[in-house]
């Protein structure tokens, strides 16, 4: 398996446009992860799916944020509009329910301008 | 609610011993895990240890727990050039067994010459 695997890597967008992230977790795993890198506050979850299913999005910082997950292969991590706060490194990971190892993308390296 | 704290910065020698701290609050905590990641990389699980254990050692690699304190540390033996990088901790409750994760802000570690 080529493990998670995140798409744009890097991605320069202006304020106000809307920015979708992308994201294919390894096969067979039920679980899935977004979240948040900065200098100011780290990693922070912002929401994960189970069996496709969003089961806590309460580190989803605002509406203009949103994520699906249309089948176990596919996710989304979409803002809209964007403002230069959202400038971030944003990693998807996935695990299989029951075990213990997360496995990260290489992340989406997200400017606002 | 849950939080994890570590030191954000260490500097060592080539060759010597590095120690990674991490302090945690959640004291339903499961699993706590060491995470590593390289300079425009996700992250990389090294080592975790069950909550029930005091120690676990794995080749350069050892991990402390003491629970009364709520403190972990990572020891890196030997340490290399190649162990630059910045280690996570971060911990988990097993939660509808999604094991979420914590994180805490990351140590920078680095390997002078």
């Known amino acids: 398996d080529a493990g998670v695997i995140q798409s744009p890597r890097h991605e320069v967008t202006e304020m106000g446009q809307e920015v979708t992230l992308r994201c294919k977790p390894i096969s067979g795993h039920d679980y899935l992860f977004w979240y948040r890198q900065t200098m100011m506050r780290g990693l922070e979850l912002l929401i994960y799916?189970?069996?496709?299913?969003?089961?806590?999005d309460s580190g989803m910082p605002e509406d203009r944020f949103s994520a699906k997950m249309p089948n176990a292969s596919f996710s989304t991590l979409k803002i809209q509009p964007s403002e230069p706060r959202d400038s971030a490194v944003y990693f998807c990971?996935?695990?299989?329910?029951?075990?213990?190892?997360?496995?990260f993308g290489q992340g989406t390296r997200l400017t606002v301008v | 609610g849950e939080d994890v704290e570590q030191s954000l910065f260490l500097s060592v020698r080539e060759g010597d011993s590095s120690v990674i701290n991490c302090t945690y609050t959640?004291?339903?905590?499961?699993?706590l895990y060491w995470y590593k990641q390289e300079p425009g990389a996700g992250l990389q699980l090294l080592t975790y240890?069950?909550?029930?254990?005091d120690m676990k050692q794995d080749q350069r690699l050892t991990v402390l727990l003491n629970k009364k304190d709520k403190h972990l540390s990572l020891r890196i033996a030997d340490t290399q050039t190649g162990d630059s990088a910045i280690y996570f901790c971060a911990e988990s409750s097993p939660v509808d067994s999604s094991y979420k994760l914590i994180f805490g802000s990351g140590t920078r570690l680095l390997v002078r010459p």
């Open positions: 799916f189970n069996n496709n299913v969003p089961i806590d």
């Open positions: 959640d004291s339903s905590s499961t699993y």
């Open positions: 240890i069950f909550s029930n254990m």
């Open positions: 990971a996935s695990t299989e329910g029951g075990t213990v190892e997360a496995f």
